[in-house]
T-cell receptor
Framework: DSGVTQTPKHLITATGQRVTLRCSPR?????VYWYQQSLDQGLQFLIQ???????AKGNILERFSAQQFPDLHSELNLSSLELGDSALYFC???????????FGQGTRLTVV | DQQVKQNSPSLSVQEGRISILNCDYT??????FLWYKKYPAEGPTFLIS?????DKNEDGRFTVFLNKSAKHLSLHIVPSQPGDSAVYFC?????????????FGKGTKLSVKP
């Protein structure tokens, strides 16, 4: 158990809908990262927050957004969902921005 | 364009032998490299890392080698154990230790046979 909690574990939704994925980082970790793993793809970095502020942005679509709240949990919002958004979404956290990151178990999103 | 490539999707090794997983990168700005291990239905787990100022880092059965001129790194597992069977991801970042900008390869599935 990495200490990073992601909910829900599985999500099935229809095209055009909007979903919110939630991540609770390890206690004391200030940095949260979101990654997407599509079928046959490696882990694609989406976005990073540090202590509530956006720190780095990767290949995140405009239809996607994220935020980190004062209690340091983070949410990833995916809207106008398309079939191609079906993937595993991982959250990771670390104490600082230059320390080892711990991953959650992921949320498997299926868009039908 | 893939900046981090793991050209072998799978690798099968006998228990007790050496497993060698390879990774190539294209971005010369990368200066921090990591290996993660992933079991089914679990998130990736950090295994070992190396900075560009080193060419080798060892942790128990795991050793990572970095060849900067060839833009190549490898993970050696000796001796391999059945519990090592997992998908191994190579990752790199520019900006030492900046794990938020990790670029991952597609992974190599290692099977260690008893």
């Amino acid at each position: 158990d990495s200490g990073v909690t992601q909910t829900p574990k599985h999500l099935i939704t229809a095209t055009g809908q909007r979903v919110t994925l939630r991540c609770s980082p390890r206690s004391g970790d200030l940095s949260v990262y979101w990654y997407q793993q599509s079928l046959d793809q490696g882990l694609q970095f989406l976005i990073q927050y540090y202590n509530g502020e956006e720190r780095a942005k990767g290949n995140i679509l405009e239809r996607f957004s994220a935020q980190q709240f004062p209690d340091l949990h983070s949410e990833l919002n995916l809207s106008s969902l398309e079939l191609g958004d079906s993937a595993l979404y991982f959250c990771a956290s670390s104490v600082e921005t230059d320390t080892e990151a711990f991953f959650g178990q992921g949320t498997r999103l299926t868009v039908v | 364009d893939q900046q981090v490539k793991q050209n072998s999707p799978s690798l099968s090794v006998q228990e007790g032998r050496i497993s060698i997983l390879n990774c190539d990168y294209t971005n010369s700005m990368f200066d921090y490299f990591l290996w993660y291990k992933k079991y089914p239905a679990e998130g990736p787990t950090f295994l070992i890392s190396i900075s560009s100022i080193k060419d080798k880092n060892e942790d128990g059965r795991f050793t990572v080698f970095l060849n900067k001129s060839a833009k190549h790194l490898s993970l050696h597992i000796v001796p391999s154990q059945p519990g090592d069977s997992a998908v191994y991801f190579c990752a790199a970042s520019a900006g030492l230790g900046s794990q938020g900008n990790l670029i991952f390869g597609k992974g190599t599935k290692l099977s260690v046979k008893p």
